[in-house]
């Protein structure tokens, strides 16, 4: 078996995920990119160029099909499946909640929120024979704060919140943890997009630190938490975002 330990991140090809990615690289884990977009085909070749141990899997999390497609061709490559950082998540359309379509809204519940359980179900599959595992669930600052224009993707978050701390209850006895983090506001392509589409929300989310995070500062917490430092901790939501949550 390949000693290396084996993990998943999706959302991986950008963002907070891609530098998850690198982070994990650096480490020495074995890494399975999963996302929609296919640059994470020319990312895992180079990773393998530079001689480390990466994967690229085509995935749509919202696809419960695609997940498992994704779960098994990780333990067929690297052997076991003992991390997952589950980064894969859209933005919401950017309207008071009264404009919000049903299916507008059903869309960003599917991806960021119905994808998330779609990628536990499977990664805590894989893991629960070896007693051994651990998942961070990528929520938000968002999951706690009450944001402009963004009950969609603030309801999408907490959702993860709770779906984390029941399957943390769910596991701990199985020496799997599951935990969430929550960045705020975060230098990468989809904050730049919704500061376009939502002007209001700039206002609220330097506060207190007065920046926004390197994607690397939110990863660090991320790996931290799948590594051998959060082996005591289980069911957590840990906010990563400069104070977001107590200004
Ligand atoms: N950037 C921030 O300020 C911020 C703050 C809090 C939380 N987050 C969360 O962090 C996570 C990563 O966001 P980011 O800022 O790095 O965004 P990003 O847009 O840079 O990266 C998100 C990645 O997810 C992928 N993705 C989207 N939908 C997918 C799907 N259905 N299946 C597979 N892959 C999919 C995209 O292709 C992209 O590569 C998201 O869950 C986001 O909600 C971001």
Known sequence: ????????????????????????????????????????????????????????????????????????????????????????????????????????YDRIIAINLRGMFLCLRHQIAAMLPYKDGAIVAVSSAAALKGLPWSSDYCSSKAGIDGLVRGAAMDYAEHNLRINAILPGATITPMAMSSTNANPALAK???????????????????????????????????????GMVIA
């Open 1 to 104: 078996m390949n000693e290396r330990r084996s993990v998943i991140v999706t959302g991986g090809a950008s963002g907070i995920g891609k530098a998850c990615v690198d982070g994990l690289v650096a480490d020495g884990w074995a890494v399975t990119i999963a996302d929609r977009n296919p640059e994470g085909e020319a990312q895992a070749a180079a990773i393998r160029a530079a001689g480390g141990a990466a994967q690229f899997v085509a995935t749509d999390v919202s696809r419960d099909e695609d997940v498992r497609t994704l779960v098994k061709a990780a333990t067929d490559a690297y052997g076991q499946l003992h991390a997952a950082i589950n980064c894969a998540g859209i933005v919401g359309v950017s309207k008071p909640l009264h404009e919000i379509t049903p299916e507008e």
């Open 204 to 242: 609220t989310r330097t506060r207190p630190m007065e920046r926004m995070a390197d994607p690397s500062e939110i990863a660090a917490a991320a790996i931290f938490l799948v590594g051998k430092g959060g082996s005591f901790v289980t069911g957590i939501s840990m906010p990563v975002d400069g």
